[in-house]
């Protein structure tokens, strides 16, 4: 077959392709100013627009949660630079094609001055070794390395090579760009859509291009010949997965612990009803209640470890679905009972300065006298033993010598705290007055 005919047939295999491919590929733009949402990225005057126009973009990195448009991106600046763009996969990728890349642009450089631009999609996927393999080539500027994560760059790419490219962090689309997105969508597909069954889908992908154009893709087919109405969309949407990757886990962790903290129940079932849905294991949530309990209630509300520790034991014993209800009725706990971290305080401020060297001898009169000879060595001597004392407690001296007066333990005036606080004081104030500190 001639190479003409070939051509043909490649051709028209092509445009079949594109024919048969997702809304989503169909869509995707061709150039920068094709690009829909990220205009802090790409509005005028903005940093990777400027970059982009002038062909000067380094490395780069985009990170960003899914259907945020990094590849649409990573193409829209392709379609933009004189340089040849080359593309792989992390996924399917090894250090052979890594090398064989670096080689051809090695190549390309010395016998046409031609720069190479590579496109690696799913970045985090690459392992150290993958990863090091690019870095003397970008360091070199063999090559412009631009890689798409959905995961926090800071934890999954290579400190030498995630400092030798600009991070640009890719935000969630909001309603005006998922709008203008489906409106494309509808116009390429030739189909109309009801004003309330385009809002539906806007509010229902939170922020992700990807899966509006997926939905009203499948909407469009399931509505066939008839205008899309809102039942099209939520049948479209019914199997939808809520979105929740690496970053995700960390940043709605963090709210539901600072919620906790913040004393508002609302926030926090919000976020735990978040991780819920999304599959976070129910035992990471539980343990993070048992470590708020302490760090965050601690004795202002002494119930509350026992609570989140029973929710933990619940988790294992019960299992999900049915123990959200616990976790929820725990989290509700932690949430609305008074706040104080002073125990946290107390050890972190004894640990740092056991750790500076501030040290002392065990007193004589505590040391263990339990063994034969002990009490010729004078240990246990003078020691008052406090459940002889009608107080239950005695003012003898507990700390090393050059420690004496210090205070690690500063209670609040917060909850069961408030006593705590008003019984040391008395004890400090008349240590040899006969005080019944019985509550």
């Given at each position: 077959?001639?190479?003409?005919?070939?051509?043909?047939?490649?051709?028209?295999?092509?445009?079949?392709?594109?024919?048969?491919?997702?809304?989503?590929?169909?869509?995707?733009?061709?150039?920068?100013?094709?690009?829909?949402?990220?205009?802090?990225?790409?509005?005028?005057?903005?940093?990777?627009?400027?970059?982009?126009?002038?062909?000067?973009?380094?490395?780069?990195?985009?990170?960003?949660?899914?259907?945020?448009?990094?590849?649409?991106?990573?193409?829209?600046?392709?379609?933009?630079?004189?340089?040849?763009?080359?593309?792989?996969?992390?996924?399917?990728?090894?250090?052979?094609?890594?090398?064989?890349?670096?080689?051809?642009?090695?190549?390309?450089?010395?016998?046409?001055?031609?720069?190479?631009?590579?496109?690696?999609?799913?970045?985090?996927?690459?392992?150290?070794?993958?990863?090091?393999?690019?870095?003397?080539?970008?360091?070199?500027?063999?090559?412009?390395?631009?890689?798409?994560?959905?995961?926090?760059?800071?934890?999954?790419?290579?400190?030498?090579?995630?400092?030798?490219?600009?991070?640009f962090r890719l935000e969630p689309l909001d309603n005006e760009a998922l709008t203008t997105l489906v409106e494309r969508g509808l116009a390429l597909e030739g189909a109309e859509a009801d004003d309330d069954a385009i809002r539906l889908l806007v509010d229902r992908v939170g922020g992700d291009g990807r899966q509006a154009l997926t939905g009203i893709e499948v909407a469009i087919a399931i509505a066939g010949d008839e205008k899309v109405t809102v039942e099209h969309v939520e049948a479209a949407l019914s199997t939808s997965a809520l979105r929740y990757g690496r970053d995700d886990h960390y940043d709605v962790i963090s709210a539901f612990i600072k919620s906790v903290r913040g004393s508002d129940a609302d926030a926090t079932v919000y976020w735990l009803a978040r991780m819920l849905e999304a599959g976070e294991d129910a035992r990471f949530i539980a343990r993070r209640m048992v470590i708020l309990a302490s760090e965050d209630v601690g004795l202002a509300d002494p119930l509350a470890l026992v609570v989140a520790n029973a929710a933990a034991h619940a988790v294992e014993y019960v299992g999900l679905p049915e123990a959200q209800l616990t976790l929820s009725q725990a989290a509700i706990y932690l949430a609305t009972a008074p706040k104080s971290n002073r125990a946290a305080e107390a050890?972190?401020?004894?640990?740092?300065?056991?750790?500076?060297?501030?040290?002392?001898?065990?007193?004589?009169?505590?040391?263990?006298?339990?063994?034969?000879?002990?009490?010729?060595?004078?240990?246990?001597?003078g020691y008052e033993y406090p459940h002889d004392d009608e107080r239950g407690w005695v003012p003898q001296q507990y700390l090393p010598d050059p420690l004496v007066g210090r205070q690690w333990y500063r209670p609040s005036e917060h909850g069961r705290e408030r006593q705590i606080a008003e019984t040391i004081r008395r004890r400090q104030a008349a240590p040899d007055d006969r005080i019944d500190d019985q509550e």
């Open positions: 077959m001639s190479g003409d005919g070939s051509d043909l047939f490649s051709s028209a295999a092509a445009e079949q392709l594109r024919r048969q491919a997702p809304l989503a590929a169909r869509l995707r733009p061709r150039t920068i100013d094709d690009v829909v949402g990220q205009d802090h990225l790409v509005g005028p005057g903005r940093p990777l627009r400027r970059l982009t126009e002038q062909d000067r973009l380094s490395s780069a990195i985009f990170w960003g949660p899914p259907g945020t448009g990094k590849t649409t991106l990573a193409r829209a600046i392709a379609g933009s630079t004189s340089r040849v763009v080359e593309q792989l996969s992390a996924v399917s990728a090894g250090v052979k094609d890594v090398r064989e890349v670096i080689e051809r642009a090695r190549r390309r450089l010395g016998e046409h001055q031609q720069g190479t631009m590579l496109f690696l999609d799913e970045i985090h996927r690459f392992s150290k070794a993958q990863q090091d393999a690019l870095l003397p080539a970008v360091e070199d500027g063999t090559l412009i390395l631009v890689g798409a994560t959905t995961e926090n760059p800071y934890f999954e790419v290579n400190p030498p090579l995630r400092s030798r490219s600009t991070l050890i972190w401020r004894a640990t740092a300065e056991v750790r500076d060297g501030v040290l002392g001898e065990v007193p004589a009169h505590l040391r263990d006298a339990s063994y034969q000879g002990a009490k010729t060595l004078g240990h246990g001597s």
